[in-house]
């Protein structure tokens, strides 16, 4: 890649003014989703299952992590991971919270055996088990499987009474999140969810549907409620294999995230620092989380998006404002605010969030320009999506042993076995094209080489004609 000049390169610093507000934007890029991945679990799971303030605290020592990893070669933000909003809570319906925690540890540490095994044997393999056609409609399930949650926010579920106080300040919240999506402009653009938020918490303070007494009470400065295994808990697999898959939806969402800053700040980062490097410090930073009773994290395309408009890729700046972040946990009155914030104002945000994460495994499906007059995308996608939002589910029973696979896990893997089963006739087209793309890119290197090779040789040849002329010349005015 040809680079291309950034205000400030990966190893470079602004001023200390201009890093303290350059690492506020990160900060503020990241926030309004961080904060709102433990309420969205917390509702999905009708009991609190993680905390704000850890989950800041966890994303701020999981980017440092990620930093030190990648020896600071790679500008990314880590913050709490969407895709595992659903499992989370239900590992946690499942088994508590020992099932949850122990289960987005082992998240991580699927991390790191990825990492291991590409630096070993190259990244190829896994572009094969999980193609688009798998990948797409495993996105599509997270955020359709979340719509029931946003429709019971805003009290429009069935059954319910319709309070005209909520739907006003639902109403305020989408709208404004829709206006900023649509109509905003340089930094507010990419925090619309957050602007969202605050429009209507001053709503729904306006209508007297905010209770501030948890704020008056609560302290200044407080120790976030760290849940520490085989202090609070001890280790539990049962709801492992409801957690794990997810593990593949955010494997690709990483690589993705990665290219798109690559082609951002002209370094390819998939080589250097490597994605064994940036996997292996995703799964610590996602391990470490797990073990402090955080939720996972993944790489933030909201910093990525700060990073191109700001042109600046300064790892420094990322480091600073993962420093804030974890500040930010440790103070009980912010903590406290942002837990007023009533579920009228989530559900309002979450109509478009939740669609949002639906749209984008769309636009995979779009971007990598799906076939689907192929018979096989068909059966695979659409299978997916009936498994995944069906509340399909197989239990396994065996003496004390209870093994359940549903939901989101259970498409991935039905998705995953079908792509690989099924054999067509545009497979077997596609993989010769493959092969001869392979052909005439090796037959276009050796020419490459060949040409060098043979112009090293003619200047050479050159040189010594060229001396050996000379040298004649010479001899011939002597013998005259």
Not at 92 to 111: E, F, R
Not at 309 to 316: D, G, L, N, P, R
Not at 320 to 345: C, D, E, R
Request: proline share 4%; with cysteine; aromatic share 8%.
């Amino acid at each position: 890649m040809k680079e291309k000049k950034m205000m400030y390169d990966i190893g470079e610093m602004p001023p200390l003014g201009k890093s303290i507000i350059l690492a506020f934007q990160h900060l503020f890029a990241m926030f309004g989703a961080t904060i709102l991945v433990p309420i969205l679990v917390n509702t999905a799971a009708g009991k609190t299952v993680l905390t704000i303030p850890v989950a800041l605290v966890t994303s701020g020592i999981g980017t440092l992590i990620y930093i030190l990893c990648t020896k600071q070669k790679s500008p990314v933000y880590l913050g709490s991971s969407f895709a595992f909003i659903v499992p989370v809570a239900a590992a946690y319906t499942k088994s508590g919270i020992s099932g949850a925690m122990t289960g987005i540890m082992a998240v991580g540490l699927v991390y790191v055996i990825v990492a291991i095994i590409i630096s070993i044997v190259g990244k190829d393999w896994l572009e094969k088990i999980l193609p688009p056609i798998v990948i797409g409609p495993m996105i599509m399930i997270i955020g359709l499987g979340l719509a029931p949650s946003a429709i019971g926010q805003i009290g429009l579920a069935e059954g319910t009474t319709l309070d005209i106080k909520v739907l006003i300040v639902a109403l305020v919240s989408f709208l404004t999140t829709a206006f900023v999506m649509t109509k905003a402009k340089g930094f507010f653009k990419i925090i619309p969810f957050l602007i969202g938020i605050l429009a209507g918490y001053v709503v729904s303070c306006i209508l007297g549907m905010v209770d501030f007494k948890p704020v008056l009470e609560a302290k200044f400065f407080e120790l976030p409620k760290f849940v520490i295994p085989f202090k609070d808990y001890d280790l539990n697999f049962t709801a492992l294999i409801t957690i794990l898959p997810v593990a593949l939806v955010t494997l690709c969402e990483h690589i993705g995230d990665h290219t798109s800053l690559s082609n951002i700040i002209r370094k390819d980062l998939i080589k250097d620092p490597g994605l064994d490097k940036t996997l292996l410090g995703d799964g610590l930073a996602t391990f470490v989380a797990g073990f402090l009773g955080g939720p996972a994290n993944t790489t933030y395309g909201e910093n990525t998006s700060v990073v191109g408009m700001t042109k600046v890729a300064s790892v420094k700046v990322i480091g600073m404002a993962a420093i804030f972040a974890i500040i930010i946990g440790f103070l009980g009155k912010f903590t406290a605010l942002v837990s007023t914030i009533p579920n009228a104002v989530l559900g309002g945000v979450s109509l478009l969030l939740y669609g949002f994460i639906a749209v984008n495994g769309l636009k995979v499906l779009i971007k990598n320009q799906i076939d689907f007059e192929n018979s096989k995308n068909i059966v695979v996608a659409s299978t997916m999506l009936v498994i995944g939002l069906g509340g399909a589910a197989i239990s396994i029973v065996s003496g004390d042993l209870s093994l359940t696979i549903s939901g989101m896990s259970l498409a991935a893997l039905i998705g995953i076995i079908l792509n690989i089963l099924i054999k067509t006739e545009e497979d077997t087209k596609e993989k010769l094209l493959s092969n001869m793309n392979t052909y005439h890119q090796i037959k276009k290197e050796i020419k490459e080489e060949l040409k060098t090779e043979i112009k090293k040789e003619l200047k050479e040849d050159v040189k010594t004609f060229s001396i050996k002329n000379k040298k004649d010349s010479k001899h011939e005015e002597r013998r005259l």
